[in-house]
């Protein structure tokens, strides 16, 4: 008993760890200032792929990518690009609560394409906490034509698609035993070489300090990445993953203190729906095993 409760506490540290780095990356990116979503998501993605290739030459694994995951592989790579491109827009353009909370909406995704892809069953309080999410969205996106942080809002709601897609494929590649380094070599390598000739295009040269914050945002990253995979290892998703949402509780502290951002009564009801259904579907989970 006395390891299985320090394996949960070290995971639920971890996952605070998680949300915490996570929250670090997106205040450098919205402090690297004006430069192209383009340009922020290359370098954030540059310094992961130097950690995986820093952690596959450690442990010395074979960069080789297992039978059966090549096209899920490139699916990770493509949803995971779109969802950090769409995070780092949203993050950009919006309060930095409402952009997490919005890319926090992957889980829920992640539960519908579990159903789709791997065709995993859903119970009725699943499909009740992921409409619940999806009208907690509605109060953060108000989706209102006088609404000027409509398209920004949709855009970080389609991050989160991304974001939830990608995990579900992840999940695909580790049950085929898929190592997780591999996984993070190949989506950061796939997302730089996308996003580099955009990215020489519409260069935009960079100071000292715009520089810094964008390899602290790939550190964060890189340290978010390992934390969150590490929690997983020690305990099940369904009993550490509504941790995640600490994140929202950062970021509503960070914005606050470094950009003066004050979310709107309707993104506090929209954080607590969605919350509130996360941690339904967390104690529903709970009890059913």
């Not at 993605?45 to 442990?59: E, K």
């Amino acid at each position: 008993m006395r390891s299985g409760m320090s394996r949960k506490k070290a995971a639920v540290l971890l996952m605070l760890l998680s949300a915490l780095s996570f929250t670090g990356m997106n205040a450098c990116v919205r402090m690297a200032g004006d430069l192209p979503t383009v340009q922020k998501a290359f370098f954030r993605n540059f310094v992961a792929a130097i950690f995986a290739v820093i952690m596959l030459v450690r442990s010395r694994t074979p960069i080789r990518i297992q039978r059966g995951c090549k096209i899920p592989m490139l699916m990770r790579a493509v949803c995971g690009t779109v969802g950090v491109l769409c995070n780092f827009y949203a993050v950009d353009k919006l309060d930095l609560a409402d952009a997490s909370m919005l890319n926090k909406l992957s889980p829920f995704f992640a539960v519908i394409f579990s159903m789709i892809i791997l065709k995993e069953k859903t119970s009725p309080a699943q499909i009740a906490a992921i409409i619940m999410a999806f009208v907690g969205s509605l109060f953060v996106i108000r989706p209102t034509f006088s609404n000027m942080e409509l398209v920004p809002s949709l855009i970080g709601f389609t991050g989160g698609v991304g974001a939830g897609a990608a995990y579900t494929f992840v999940r695909y590649m580790k049950q085929k035993g898929e190592k997780s380094a591999v996984i993070v070599l190949f989506f950061s390598m796939f997302s730089c070489l996308v996003t580099l000739p955009f990215m020489i295009a519409g260069f935009v040269p960079m100071d000292g300090v715009q520089f810094l914050m964008l390899m602290l945002a790939g550190l964060f990253a890189a340290g978010g990445q390992f934390a969150i995979t590490g929690a997983y290892a020690f305990a099940p998703a369904k009993e550490v993953s509504v941790y995640d949402y600490s994140q929202v509780i950062f970021s509503t502290i960070t914005g606050y203190f470094l950009f003066e951002q004050i979310p709107s009564v309707y993104s506090f009801i929209g954080y607590f729906i969605i919350i509130s259904a996360a941690v339904w579907n967390f104690v529903r989970n709970g009890r059913e095993t």
